[in-house]
């Protein structure tokens, strides 16, 4: 079950052991990524959003497959947590003051978070960035659980139907808040980051969007650095 950034690491783990595999596509991905994930010889199902986990449970039920989460999985948010290193890694001896991730799943964010304040930093606030059609993890943050709901934004790698309880329950401990960014305000992002060469997706773009909007709370009071 993938927006697709998943999906083509997935199929081409699968592909380098030579083994088979399904990937669960909502119908709205680009048609960029399912042509990928099928040159690496996996086969792509596209479904509605809404029905991406009732597509993974059948294939599961009926036909005896594993299903390996895009983000709710203890090892996918670890192994995000290299994110986290590198950051502090470019960072070098400047203690970051803020730290802006995009939020789709919420593994990313999970991992990265947890590897920074793990790290000698729990006075760095990170933040995470959803878009307003597919706010999972700010609802979830609202309501004190996991939550699904309806989504659509231009941001596709950002729409999970679902947060999942282990990403939630690592975003609750270690990010400090969830910021929420219109399509439109995307866009901008995308255009203002492709006028330096930068060509982004939709999901790409998002915590810059955030940034440049104003969302992130506090800025002016960071130290600022070359």
């Not at 700010?138 to 596709?156: D, E, K, N, R, W």
């Amino acid at each position: 079950m993938s927006g697709g950034n998943y999906g083509r690491s997935f199929a081409c783990a699968l592909s380098q052991r030579k083994l088979k595999g399904l990937v669960v596509m909502p119908t709205t991905v680009p048609v960029d990524r399912v042509c990928t994930i099928r040159d690496y010889g996996m086969e792509v199902q596209l479904v509605p959003v809404a029905n991406l986990q009732d597509a993974v449970d059948r294939n599961v039920r009926e036909n005896g497959m594993t299903f390996l989460h895009s983000f709710d999985d203890l090892a996918v948010i670890a192994g995000h947590g290299s994110l986290g290193f590198e950051i502090l890694e470019q960072a070098g001896e400047v203690n970051p003051d803020i730290i802006i991730i995009a939020c789709g799943g919420g593994g990313m964010l999970a991992g990265a978070a947890a590897a920074v304040k793990l790290s000698g930093h729990p006075e760095c606030r990170v933040y995470g960035v959803e878009p307003e059609g597919a706010q999972t993890m700010y609802q979830s943050f609202q309501h004190g659980c996991p939550v699904a709901m309806a989504v659509s934004t231009i941001a596709t790698g950002l729409q999970p139907p679902f947060s999942g309880a282990n990403t939630y329950q690592h975003c609750r401990q270690f990010v400090d808040a969830i910021l929420l960014v219109s399509d439109s305000e995307i866009a901008s992002s995308m255009w203002r980051l492709h006028a330096v060469g930068v060509h982004a997706e939709p999901s790409g773009a998002a915590a810059l969007a955030a940034l440049l909007s104003g969302k992130v709370p506090d800025v002016s009071a960071c130290t600022p650095t070359a």
